[in-house]
């Protein structure tokens, strides 16, 4: 899989977003990443980002993960709440592992200490 160069390192060249509206999907990755996300960590099938637990952060997500869907279809979005809390999955096949690991990283770098 090829990345574009001047787009972020997860955005790969098959996302069918048109490129103009991409910085802008990338802000709203940003502002769940550093606004609503706990934590960050790696699973076997991707990457996991536990929200803050609030309805307003469940609906923001998964109406994010559905628009994200119809532009990059490799991605998968589970959106759970349970028990308290809010926990939100990314994966993607194997030809797609380098997007997630750069998911992954962008997301950990911009959740607040």
């Known amino acids: 899989m090829e990345l574009t160069s ?7 060249t098959s996302c069918t977003l048109p490129t103009a509206e ?27 980002l536990v929200l803050r637990p609030e309805p307003e952060v469940a609906a923001r997500s998964a109406e994010l993960a559905t628009r994200e869907t119809g532009c990059c279809s490799f991605f ?3 959106l759970t709440v349970a028990a ?6 990314v994966t ?8 997630l690991d750069a998911l ?6 911009a959740v607040p200490s």
């Open 22 to 48: 991409r910085p802008l999907r990338v802000a709203e990755f940003d502002e769940l990443f550093g606004t609503a996300t706990e934590s960050v960590s790696r699973t076997a099938e991707g990457v996991r």
């Open 92 to 99: 993607a096949g194997p030809a797609h592992r380098e997007v």
């Open 6 to 12: 001047t787009e972020p390192n997860w955005v790969p």
């Open 76 to 78: 998968a979005f589970t």
């Open 104 to 109: 992954a990283e962008r997301a950990t770098a």
């Open 84 to 89: 308290g809390t809010l926990v939100l999955d």
